[in-house]
């Protein structure tokens, strides 16, 4: 709550699930890679031990929210490609057949906003780091990536799109927001570290350490735990060239604890 207006302000966190699966075979599809005498004897247990995350586990989540909670996922086209082909192969008893239904049911499904219960973030097709791309100057692939991306959720899904973005790897950089704001994204997911390490008074416990000529934000001189709560749990909106976007923070210990299972 505000200490000079009494006013309580709310807390959200969001939860957003990011999946992925490189091609496993460049010169030809995934199942005749996983028919052929050459496969590695871990492939096969890559699709067969995560079959309940990629067909039910995420989407049911959404499911079962109530009021105005959803989740957010950033499923990479690669991943879906192989998805759809283990189903049109019907690979290991059909183990994928129908894959989807349940996806689709959580996207059609509404918050008590009338908003997605399941949406889809806009990320690289490829799972792409994108600063890379954008400083080698192949922009245009950066841009197909995103859209490629788009069209194969928006067809398989149902979809419509929010106007979020997931940086693969979190990886970001204030000179890609130009391309977003263009591509119509409004916000972006952006490593707490990102934010951490360009202010003065923080004490990484990551190496390596802070480079002093990137400190430039001010000392907030709210620190607790180690962490600044109004650099970390509020957004913030970062302009570059004329473009704004809002950025929202993925605290990395916090995020590192729910992802191993611990607290």
């Known amino acids: 709550s505000s200490e000079n207006s ?10 957003i699930i990011h999946i992925h699966q490189p091609l496993y075979n460049e010169n030809g599809t995934l199942t005749e890679l996983l028919n052929s005498p050459s496969a590695p004897s871990w492939l096969p247990s ?5 079959v309940n995350i990629y067909t039910k586990w995420i989407p049911e989540v959404a499911l079962n929210m109530i009021g105005d909670e959803a989740i957010h996922v950033s499923i990479t086209g690669t991943l879906i490609e192989q998805l759809e082909e283990l189903e049109r192969t019907q690979w290991y ?5 129908n894959w989807k239904v349940k996806w689709i049911e959580a996207c059609a499904q509404k918050t008590s ?25 192949f922009t245009i692939d950066f841009i197909e990536q995103i859209k490629k991306h788009n069209k194969t959720t928006t067809r398989l899904f149902n979809d419509v799109k929010g106007k ?11 000179e890609i927001i130009p391309v977003l704001t263009e591509l119509g994204i409004e916000w972006t997911v952006v ?15 990551f190496d390596p ?4 000529v990137d400190v430039r934000n001010t000392d907030p001189g709210d620190w ?10 509020r957004p913030h909106v970062v302009e570059y060239d004329g473009k704004e976007i809002v950025v929202f923070v993925r605290y990395r210990l916090m995020s590192q604890a729910e992802m191993s299972g611990t607290s």
Do not use: K, M
């Open 209 to 212: 350490r802070p480079n002093p």
């Open 191 to 205: 490593d707490s570290e990102q934010v951490l390490r360009a202010t003065r008074g923080y004490n990484s416990p």
């Open 224 to 233: 607790d735990w180690g962490v600044s709560p109004q650099l970390v749990f």
């Open 46 to 50: 890559v699709w067969t031990t995560r």
């Open 164 to 174: 979020g973005f997931f940086p693969i790897e979190t990886s970001f950089s204030p």
């Open 113 to 137: 906003l009338g908003l997605s219960r399941l949406r889809i973030l806009y990320t690289g097709y490829y799972h792409p780091i994108f600063p890379l791309i954008y400083r080698s100057g």
């Open 6 to 15: 009494g006013e309580t302000v709310p807390f959200y966190v969001a939860w």
């Open 93 to 97: 008893n059909c183990l994928y057949c």
